[in-house]
């Protein structure tokens, strides 16, 4: 976690408490414009020894010397595709991206007064955005953060339930309703769109094993009753 010159104790301490609250244990805090004192340590709580342990630097260089994925935090997002910078996913998808990140990773949370500059999201591989109202969508420094911390946590910790389907079953489910398209005798691109939905559906869907293995035994009967019919006699 990169904090690039935050501005009030308060927001310093908020965010330690968030980083131990979601087992994030390595501070930066860039050319802070306040000291780490009684109001940071208040607002820590149990996230103290995070404060402790903060590294000061004065530059954002030296901060991210042996990062190898930097992420960017911006209220602004772009509505234009040629605006690079502004281009921005949102923490759930940022999760997702990261969970299959390979080396170090260090998300910089800019000033609480104007954010992140265009020169400092230069360095920056990955830009994430929280949608919030466009009524008043800038949000806290600390509240950004412990939303970004909490889609981070929520993936790395996710155990997965005896409840839930292997990927190799809802492969096999896919592979048979593709077969049954194919006995539709569906024009090539209406199969390929139909077993495109089919794979999102399974991908979006909270399916349980038991539901994969009904569904497979309806489509299996289906397919196996469909072929007899079109064997010649």
Not at 30 to 59: H, M, W
Not at 140 to 157: C, D, H, M, Q
């Amino acid at each position: 976690m990169v904090l690039v010159q935050p501005e009030k104790e308060g927001n310093i301490g908020s965010i330690a408490r968030a980083m131990r609250n979601f087992g994030l244990t390595d501070l930066y805090l860039v050319a802070p414009q306040v000291s780490i004192g009684d109001e940071a340590y208040r607002y820590a709580t149990r996230g103290k020894e995070i404060l402790e342990k903060a590294c000061i630097v004065q530059g954002l260089s030296e901060a991210l010397m042996e990062i190898d994925l930097v992420v960017g935090t911006t209220a602004i997002v772009s509505r234009s595709t040629s605006n690079l910078l502004r281009i921005a996913l949102d923490p759930e998808r940022l999760s997702r991206r990261l969970v299959e990140a390979t080396g170090s990773v260090a998300l910089l949370f800019g000033r609480e007064s104007s954010g992140l500059t265009n020169s400092e999201l230069q360095r920056c591989n990955v830009v994430v955005n929280i949608p919030a109202s466009e009524d008043y969508n800038v949000l806290n420094v600390a509240t950004a953060a412990s939303i970004v911390f909490y889609e981070l946590f929520k993936l790395r910790s996710r155990i997965p339930s005896e409840l839930e389907p292997s990927r190799e079953s809802l492969e096999l489910l896919a592979r048979i309703f593709a077969e049954l398209t194919g006995i539709a005798d569906l024009p090539s691109h209406r199969r390929r769109l139909a077993d495109r939905a089919f794979r999102n559906v399974l991908a979006k869907s909270a399916i349980s094993k038991r539901e994969v293995s009904l569904i497979m035994g309806v489509l299996r009967r289906t397919r196996d009753q469909s072929t007899q019919k079109r064997k010649p006699v």
